[in-house]
């Protein structure tokens, strides 16, 4: 099923930007988890739109109601289903899109497989509002991981032409939690200007997340088709806005030498097999190593913007669009939460089929 992921843990997300709901269902989640409710609110927060200067101003609560999956606060082995009302909806600001596709967007891939019964009121299936229920799923995994010692985080690389520092590679430090969660604060202002400048012209403007998960046992993932790289590009890709996804020295490796890149293997004082450095980002062959899993997402500039753009009418002939509506001058904030919600799936989606935990 297009909309479903995983294999031990296995979740499903649906729902469309302008339908009363939207949701996901979590079925193979390990039994008996106290769940921080208040915790996974503040995780959503991070994600829901209205919260900070930098995103959209549809306003919506983002409040998950659970149907099933929990009794007295734990979980109880039964699939995990909840829904997120969707309560700021505007579809007249949509109605020239009916007949006019945005460049850049799905409402034209949309139309050519599904015809006149394609959704296009805010994007409908294809849109970023999908990733509220991906981020439940997410935060349920990141709270069961944390309490296994698996920790996930975040941070933004870049925004246009602001570039972040990098995690070190070894041993990631998790920044604070901010709209815009760097580990420079200097680089935060920058890609302030960048998003303001973008804002200011109608336009809007892309850049790139870096996620590094710790505490992972050595051994997790399958070759050939089934590596941890394979499953974390597989739901990364999930998210409506990534367009590339790297490890390690990612595609920075092909300008380097052997004996550059290759990354010595030593035993730490614990006895444990490390290597001094990471280009590997944590995988060889699929397989974790036991180091520090980074990764980077690059996410491109919002498709929906105010500055007049050259399209097509599905009735025939040329049009040109001007976008109406509430959406991000940069989706790239709040895609953080996102990524590692992903990541916190496929990673424990990988656990349980291994069965490596505490």
């Not at 935060?188 to 804002?199: D, F, Q, T, V």
């Not at 390690?248 to 030498?257: E, L, N, V």
């Not at 590997?280 to 997402?297: Q, S, V």
């Not at 590692?340 to 496929?346: D, H, K, S």
């Amino acid at each position: 099923m297009s909309s479903t992921f995983g294999s031990a843990l296995r979740v499903t997300v649906f729902g469309q930007s302008h339908a009363p709901a939207v949701g996901m269902v979590l079925d193979g989640f390990p039994v008996g988890f106290a769940t921080d409710f208040d915790a996974l609110r503040a995780f959503l927060a991070r994600r829901a739109p209205g919260n900070s200067p930098y995103a959209t101003a549809r306003a919506e609560a983002d409040a998950p109601e659970f149907l099933s999956g929990f009794s007295g606060g734990r979980t109880c082995g039964a699939p995990i289903a909840a829904i997120i009302r969707n309560t700021d909806v505007h579809g007249k600001d949509y109605v020239n899109l009916n007949d006019v596709p945005r460049p850049s967007h799905a409402d034209w891939t949309a139309y050519k497989k599904y015809g006149e019964a394609a959704d296009r009121s805010g994007g409908g299936h294809f849109s970023g509002r999908l990733t509220a229920p991906l981020c439940v799923a997410g935060g349920l995994c990141l709270q069961w991981l944390a309490a296994q010692g698996v920790r996930i985080g975040a941070h933004i690389l870049s925004v246009g032409a602001a570039q972040d520092a990098s995690f070190d590679p070894t041993s990631p430090t998790f920044p604070a939690i901010a709209p815009l969660t760097v580990l420079d604060s200097t680089a935060g202002e920058r890609m302030a200007e960048e998003i303001e400048k973008a804002k200011a012209d109608g336009d809007s403007v892309g850049g790139s997340i870096e996620c590094a998960v710790t505490g992972l046992p050595a051994g997790l993932g399958e070759p050939m088709f089934d590596g941890m790289e394979n499953r974390l590009a597989r739901i990364l890709f999930g998210i409506p806005a990534v367009k590339g996804v790297e490890f390690g020295s990612g595609f920075a490796c092909a300008q380097m030498r052997g004996s550059e890149h290759n990354d010595a293997f030593y035993y730490d004082e614990n006895g444990r097999v490390r290597t001094r450095t990471n280009h590997a980002g944590g995988i060889l062959g699929g397989i974790t190593t036991g180091m520090p899993l980074i990764f980077r997402a690059s996410i491109k500039p919002t498709p929906s913007i105010a500055k007049a753009q050259e399209s097509i009418r599905f009735s025939g002939g040329s049009a040109e669009l001007t976008v109406r509506g509430r959406h991000d001058p940069c989706i790239v904030p709040r895609a953080v939460a996102c990524v590692e919600a992903a990541a916190a799936i496929a990673v424990l989606d990988a656990l349980l089929e291994a069965r490596k935990w505490k």
